[in-house]
């Protein structure tokens, strides 16, 4: 089967610590994508990578880091910095916009991170 | 103003009525419109999307675009309880050359009563 695949599904962090979420596609797509969904909040963009060993920031990057070493794979680590982490943590993943002709992208199920 | 705006809900229906989702936007360069559906604590798929003004039709469901209003649509027909979700509308301005950012509603929750 393909598709994305998120772990672990709940996440307890305790203050001052760095946790790091997992994403990984077999869709053979080359773009992926990291959100967080707050309450009555749209999607927000933290990091998205449209290639291998290249990703950039999205609105709200800061505490947040990532790493793009494979293509299947996005994780994301929720730094100390971050001072709101409690969320759901989305993962996408994207094929290349000329083929779809637009950004048609493709969620895993999430990841929610609570801070003790 | 926000970018894209969608009332949250919750919005509660009885088994079998036509519901009307909307979202209106303000950016008048997007030009790709989709519509996802979110079951509680699981992620978002993508129901359909649309390119431009017009109507698009799949089974129960039919996507409208007003550009000219900036307001779109989502109608779903004999609604089942199995529809009871969170659905989001997210946009888009379609660069094929650069980076084609969404940008998502916050969503409206619907509840189908049997």
């Known amino acids: 089967d393909g598709g994305i695949t998120q772990s672990p599904k709940y996440l307890f962090r305790k203050e001052g610590q760095n946790v790091t979420l997992s994403c990984e596609q077999n869709?053979?797509?080359?773009?992926m994508y990291w959100y967080r969904q707050d309450p009555g909040q749209g999607l927000r963009l933290i990091y998205y990578?449209?290639?291998?060993?290249?990703?950039q920031k999205g609105d709200i990057a800061e505490g947040y880091s990532v790493s793009r070493e494979k293509k299947e794979s996005f994780p994301l680590t929720v730094t100390s910095a971050q001072k709101n982490p409690t969320a759901f943590y989305l993962c996408?993943?994207?094929?290349?916009?000329?083929?779809?002709?637009?950004?048609?992208?493709?969620f895993g199920p999430g990841t929610r991170l609570t801070v003790l | 103003q926000k970018e894209v705006e969608q009332d949250p809900g919750p919005l509660s229906v009885p088994e079998g009525a036509i519901v009307s989702l909307n979202c209106t936007y303000s950016n008048s360069a997007f030009q790709y419109f989709m519509w996802y559906r979110q079951y509680s604590r699981k992620g978002p798929e993508l129901l359909m999307y649309?390119?431009?003004?017009g109507n698009k039709e799949d089974g129960r469901f039919t996507a409208q675009v007003d550009k000219s209003s900036k307001y779109i649509s989502l109608f779903i027909r004999d609604s089942q309880p199995s529809d009871s979700a969170t659905y989001l509308c997210?946009?888009?301005?379609?660069?094929?050359?650069?980076?084609?950012?969404?940008?998502f509603g916050p969503g409206t929750s619907l509840s189908v009563i049997p």
């Open positions: 996408a993943s994207s094929m290349p916009q000329g083929l779809a002709g637009h950004n048609e992208q493709f």
């Open positions: 869709l053979n797509h080359d773009a």
């Open positions: 997210a946009m888009s301005e379609g660069m094929k050359t650069s980076y084609d950012k969404v940008i």
């Open positions: 990578s449209q290639i291998v060993n290249d990703f």
């Open positions: 649309t390119y431009s003004s």
